[in-house]
């Protein structure tokens, strides 16, 4: 009997976009490592669909998910070379497994998990107390290093200035500490209900927004005059109209307040760091992509400029300039869910990169960088000794165009023909800063799977935004923008957390998981995130069952 002939493998690349995807042949030895420059000028090139494949094809390239398309006869033997199917033959997907790599030996980098947005009520009273702590104990039985937790605004100084109710933190505070894990407390000087994920309504205090109903212009405001409650305009930084108050003076205030009341916390070491809300979500960004205004992934935002107070500031940055009539935001910029090729602004060759289109996004951009500014000054002063933190969101949408539009309206200056967060981690660095990012979890192929048209490249910016802060020396931390329950999402967390080969050795300073619930603590899930946690801390874990 001759034997039977060897399987026919055929590597295909899932969704990329050039016609002849199928003609490559890739081999672990021959990829080409892709350094900083490299992801740079991938994520500001124009692309045609060929190209725009041909550089997914290398950005995805450690995990590529390929399939190996076999044909069997009905006796089970594997044949010939042709994957077209007959009638009596059927065509199986047989995954491919690549060997995970080995972190065993390498640096301990801590996990924490954010706890659930509603774990302390409007009354600053603690939710289930006996349902969080046998929480907290399946997250200590694998050896999360703490928990992070919001402390809101809205809930501690809700009805009256300068009238702080910390009693709710006070005993979860207790409750962690007993367990012994660690705190990563934020200062939430934000609402909570409009953004994705938001399972609870924590509004800013009721004193503020009784102030927002006579002086809506406190608030962010955009084109068509939508105020965005969300968080206070950094317009009013500067500006005595909270009750004789400064909103600076405001935050200030706040965190003088929390670390008097809970100063044992600090001198037991329970709480590790404090990170710093400075805008919607509580990251240093405008709000430009809100939910609550009709704003669908993956459209471009709007600038949020509007209110009177950073009209002003604009008005006389142009004065200074010289050129009085660019006093005005852009008005050829569309929409929330425009895409950038529709807009006048955003266009290649557009205005974004005239001389009146540098001036605004340079204003633009150096509003937010002075915000964070003053505030993180006052952050010093207050949590002397204290690791601080500030949290930067991944816009990745639009990454791969000339005009990052989509980062743009969020304040960050990051069009091809510059670096848009140079000039934020330089601000970190000088406060001794740390920073956190997010989106560390998504990978670029996926996202051009889901959303070909939002020339989307997370990988990109995250290897970007990761490299200016190490570049600078400052810690950086992250998260993952999105659930993550399989071993697929944490792998590329981990590569991330510790970059293979770096002749430097750098890695995350620590990483925080969103969010705990019940889905994460279940069988199968836990299981996976325990060994995720091994392998974060260096440890040694088996490989999977197949």
Excluded at 239 to 255: C, K, N, Q, S
Excluded at 421 to 450: G, P, W
Excluded at 510 to 534: C, D, H, I, Q
Aim: proline share 5%.
């Amino acid at each position: 009997m001759a034997p039977a002939p060897a399987p026919s493998v055929l590597l295909a690349t899932s969704g990329a976009s050039c016609p002849d995807a199928r003609a490559w042949r890739w081999s672990w030895s021959s990829l080409p490592r892709v350094g900083a420059a490299d992801w740079r000028s991938r994520g500001s090139v124009r692309c045609s669909p060929r190209r725009a494949g041909d550089a997914l094809l290398v950005a995805d390239a450690r995990r590529l998910r390929t399939r190996a398309m076999v044909r069997k006869r009905e006796d089970g033997r594997i044949a010939g070379d042709s994957v077209d199917a007959s009638e009596d033959e059927q065509v199986a997907d047989l995954p491919i497994k690549i060997p995970e790599r080995d972190f065993a030996g390498t640096p301990y980098v801590p996990v924490y998990v954010m706890l659930p947005l509603g774990v302390v009520n409007l009354q600053c009273e603690l939710v289930d107390p006996e349902g969080l702590l046998e929480q907290l104990k399946t997250l200590k039985s694998v050896n999360v290093d703490g928990v992070m937790i919001d402390c809101w605004w809205g809930i501690v100084e809700a009805d009256a200035p300068q009238a702080y109710n910390w009693s709710g933190y006070k005993r979860l505070f207790q409750m962690v500490r007993d367990l012994k894990l660690k705190l990563q407390v934020v200062m939430s000087f934000h609402d909570c209900g409009g953004n994705v994920g938001d399972d609870v309504h924590i509004p800013l205090p009721s004193w503020v927004m009784e102030i927002g109903q006579k002086n809506p212009d406190i608030y962010f405001t955009d084109r068509e005059g939508r105020r965005n409650m969300e968080c206070l305009t950094w317009g009013i930084d500067k500006e005595r109209v909270l009750r004789g108050r400064t909103a600076v003076e405001v935050y200030f205030d706040y965190m003088r307040s929390f670390r008097v009341e809970f100063n044992e916390f600090f001198e037991d070491g329970i709480i590790s760091e404090i990170e710093i809300g400075l805008g919607p979500c509580g990251e240093l960004r405008y709000p430009s992509y809100p939910a609550k205004h009709g704003w669908e992934y993956p459209g471009i935002g709007e600038f949020q400029c509007y209110d009177r107070y950073l009209m002003k500031s604009l008005e006389k940055a142009a004065e200074v300039r010289g050129h009085s009539f660019w006093d005005r935001a852009p008005d050829n910029a569309g929409c929330y869910n425009s895409r950038p090729h529709e807009t006048s602004f955003f266009r290649d060759g557009g205005e974004y990169d005239g001389y009146y289109g540098r001036f605004f996004l340079n204003w633009y951009s150096r509003v937010l960088i002075d915000h964070g500014d003053r505030v993180l000054s006052l952050a010093n002063l207050a949590f002397e000794g204290c690791c601080i933190a500030v949290k930067l969101s991944g816009i990745h949408w639009w990454y791969k165009t000339a005009s990052h539009a989509a980062e743009l309206t969020a304040g960050f200056y990051n069009s091809c023909n510059r670096d848009g967060y140079a000039t934020i981690v330089s601000m970190l660095k000088k406060h001794e800063i740390a920073m956190n990012f997010t989106c560390v979890e998504l990978r670029t192929l996926d996202q051009y799977e889901d959303f070909p048209e939002a020339m989307a490249d997370p990988e990109g910016l995250v290897w970007q935004v990761l490299n200016a802060a190490w570049d600078a020396q400052i810690p950086v931390a992250s998260e993952n923008a999105l659930p993550c329950y399989d071993g697929e999402g944490y792998n590329k967390i981990l590569e991330n957390a510790k970059p293979r080969d770096d002749p430097d050795g750098r890695h995350l300073s620590a990483f925080t998981y969103l969010r705990l619930s019940p889905t994460l603590t279940e069988g199968n899930n836990l299981m996976e995130f325990e060994r995720f946690v091994k392998r974060m801390h260096g440890e040694t874990v088996l490989d999977k069952l197949t």
